[in-house]
């Protein structure tokens, strides 16, 4: 267990928009736009991009998980086969194959879109709480386990698992990613650490966060293999540098806390807030915040990814909808 000293970085906001269904004078008309999913109510949360651009994401109030395909216009969902299965959260391997979290039920499960077929894993820890999920380069699928205070990982080919106790008790990890060397990064929410597992010896290394309470879920990792999360605590942008193993946070304007991220181009970082109708960005480079109000009412970003383009795709809950942000209008905002 290693304790970290942080460094707190002063940062700009450079440009505040609101957006409605009406853009800004410094967008263009499809630079902004939202995608009605067609069956109601289905609260989307976790979304996934595959090479295609296909958006895949949860449908949690359905049991379902949900396609968008851009270039078609066209919405399809397909039921998981356990009812109440919750699904948390979903990944896309290089194959093409969606594989995704299946809290109450206590399962890992992969759909293929060639044969449109489900297949479910029961995780061998009883009551584990599968919660977030991501692929390695092998293919192998990785996993939290909430309850379990475990990091799972399932391989397909032998579908076998082998689970990985956390030292830190009821720790309760949630953000997973795996870096360029085949390290697992995770977040623990209430251990106020971030850990790392070396997938050779199923070593676990932590490190305690500098301030207490921070309860971080999502985590992402740059090209120069950054560690990028949200603190609640401190209300920041957080990042560690296994190299040095040095912390720095970025207070965030407007005291915004993070849902989820993800890595986008040329060091930006995109992120949703917990309970807000705003995206944010950061440039690493610059070290600049951008804030963007979805829309005017309610309205809840969650799930956050960036496509082969550069486009920003979100789920919002409120709207049940998903919603695109041209990649090159945002990277005009930077410019001043």
Known sequence: MIGMNVSVKNTNIIMFIILGFSCSLSWSEDAFQSYEIPTAYSLPTSIAIYKT????FIESNLNRIGRYQPSADVFSGYDIPTRQSMPSDITVSQTGKVWFTEQDSNQLAVFSPDSLSFKEYNIPTIDSSPYKITIDAQGNIWFT?????????????????????????????AGISVDRDGSIWFMETQGNKLGRLDPKNGSIREYDLPTPFEVPTDIAIDDAGAIWFGGRKGHSLMVFYPREE?????????????????MGFNGDIFFTFRTSNKIGGYNSIRK?????????????????????????????????ALYRLDGDAVAKLWLR
Do not use: C, H, Q
């Open 53 to 56: 651009d296909n958006i895949w």
């Open 145 to 173: 386990e909430f309850y379990g205070n475990k990091i799972g990982r399932f391989d397909p080919v032998r579908e076998t698992f082998k689970e990985y106790l956390i030292p830190t008790p009821s720790s309760r990890p």
């Open 246 to 262: 040095k912390f720095d946070s970025y207070p965030i304007p407007n005291r915004g806390v993070i849902e989820s991220l993800a």
């Open 288 to 320: 600049e915040f951008l804030e963007i109000r979805v829309e005017m009412g309610k309205s809840r970003p969650n799930g956050i990814k960036v496509d082969s383009k550069g486009n920003i795709w979100f789920a919002d809950t409120a709207k049940n």
